[in-house]
């Protein structure tokens, strides 16, 4: 995996669009196990429609964790085998699109902080204990990172209502050695 060091990695979030349909969170499980697939379905998880009116290929539940995606982008990405990823049955009420709920299990470890308090620039983390997968999160986040391969397909194929930003860039702010993402 050395070549992998100099590899960009990318933040993948809602494009929060004018309109868009925001999901009630209707889990009874922990939102971030199940975000990053500790939790399985196996029957629909029902929900229905808490805000707006447009329908995406990403729409995101209120829970600011979860999140479901279209046929297409489930067709998209299993056509190019896209790694990191499962789903699991949703059944949004009054929608005939079809939907999936999205995980991430793909992994790397924890994020490389700064010791000192305060605001910082680029997220990092060891390359050597990324699983390779094209999602992943890194340990004790509900972040989503992917690779430039992912990025790619994801913007030549106009996947509707994300945002992707290069972890380089994104700002963040540390607590110190205590600190939490």
Do not use: C
Request: net charge negative; glycine share 6%; aromatic share 14%.
């Amino acid at each position: 995996m050395g070549s992998n060091k100099t590899k960009d990695f990318f933040s993948l979030h809602s494009g929060q669009k004018k309109n868009e349909i925001i999901l009630h969170a209707t889990f009874t499980d922990d939102s971030f196990k199940v975000s990053s697939g500790e939790i399985e379905y196996s029957k629909p998880l029902f929900t229905n429609i808490k805000l707006g009116n447009k329908l995406y290929d990403v729409l995101f539940f209120d829970d600011g964790v979860n999140m479901v995606i279209s046929e297409r982008l489930f067709r998209l990405l299993k056509n190019n085998n896209i790694t990191g990823w499962k789903t699991y049955p949703v059944s949004i009420n009054n929608v005939k699109n079809k939907y999936y709920g999205f995980q991430i299990i793909g992994k790397s470890d924890k994020l490389i902080e700064p010791r000192d308090e305060g605001f910082y620039k680029g997220y990092k983390f060891d390359v050597n204990t990324w699983d390779g997968s094209d999602f992943f999160s890194p340990n004790d986040t509900n972040l989503r990172f992917i690779t430039e391969k992912l990025k790619v397909l994801l913007e030549n194929n106009e996947v509707t209502n994300i945002d992707i930003d290069n972890i380089k860039d994104i700002e963040a702010y540390s607590f110190g050695d205590s600190s939490i993402i």
